[in-house]
């Protein structure tokens, strides 16, 4: 069984990376053309790098899934829908018959995942903030999916986009406000705007919401330039793959180390969003116990 | 010709600065995060987690330099532009050199 489940992977490891090889060979080739007729554009160039879902896109009316202008990532929204469907239906099969005591893989391997994810953030938003736990888990596990689409050949990471990485952001700065109000009630909420020496309040306050804002688009860029900039040297890596094929008929996988990367890359940004997520919801509760966790970061 | 060669100058020597600064701090980090496991080897794994998200988040300073630096190389001609231009200011100054 073990050794059946190592070809396995084996295989489909090499299957990936032969793939990816081949769609970024395909791109490469079609980018020389262009070049050659006489187009002088960088990177993203005048043909858009479609994924798999692009039918989708073309099928579907325009309300639901937009038709792209200039973007980089043009099939987004069918990535970001599929990573959605593919979650819920993780989540659906996998508690079906629900138990007490597990008795299925799918539910105790699922409640490992949960327990760590609970634990970990619950240590950092305490007691008080215990409740609050499925807001970021639930943040941390859709970011690490999307993330970890672009990695499979023939799909597009919907974070490698400022569009995505802004919603998400915002959402998140907007929830921990509202969190927020819910906790401290709407003149508490503003008292924390203004500071310790209410003198200084009319200095502070527009100092606060301003850094309000850029917590949101520190999230935003953070995120988006960390897995933009990968992919993009995984393209240009597999372009230099390429290049060595022609040149001398051996094909290595030179992006695969960079891949690997991809993996490692893609879970700690999505950690550090929802970290730093629950990090403000602390700021934002009212500090009864002192249980010496100095995780907070004052952006 | 000479605003252009600004900046690709600019734009090539922003990012290095950027990671000067931040392997230092990331050094610093790193170290005194292994001198507290090694005093104290029990609290290893939260020094561990303390560690990571800090070396996290001084990196994406350098994320934002490097997004600086792939707005500047989308603005730099290149190809056939570039050609053009290079003509271009050579003929203009045969001209104002030579008339």
Redesign the interface.
Known sequence: MKKVSCILLSVLLSTVVMVNGVWAAEEAQETSHDTSAGESHSDSGEHPHYSWLHPLSKILPNEIVPEPLGWEQPDLIPNTFFVILILALLFIIATRKIKPLPESKGQTLLELFVGGISDFFGGILGEHGKKYVPFVGSYFIFILFLNYLGLIPGFQSPTADLNTTLALGVTAVIGVHIIAIKENGLIGYLKHFIGEPVWLGPLMFPLHIVGEVARAGSLAIRLFGNIYGEETVIISLTTLGVGILVASKVPIPVQFPMMLFGLFGGFLQALVFSMLTSIYIVTFLPHHDEEGHGAEAHH | MIYLAVLAFGAALGLPIAVIAASTAQGKATSTALEGIARQPEAAARIQT?M??GL??I??LV??S??IF?LL??K???????KEMIRADAQGRIERSGG
């Open positions: 303390a990571i998200i996290a988040l990196e994406s994320i934002y490097l997004l792939f190389m989308g730099l001609p290149e190809g056939e532009d570039l």
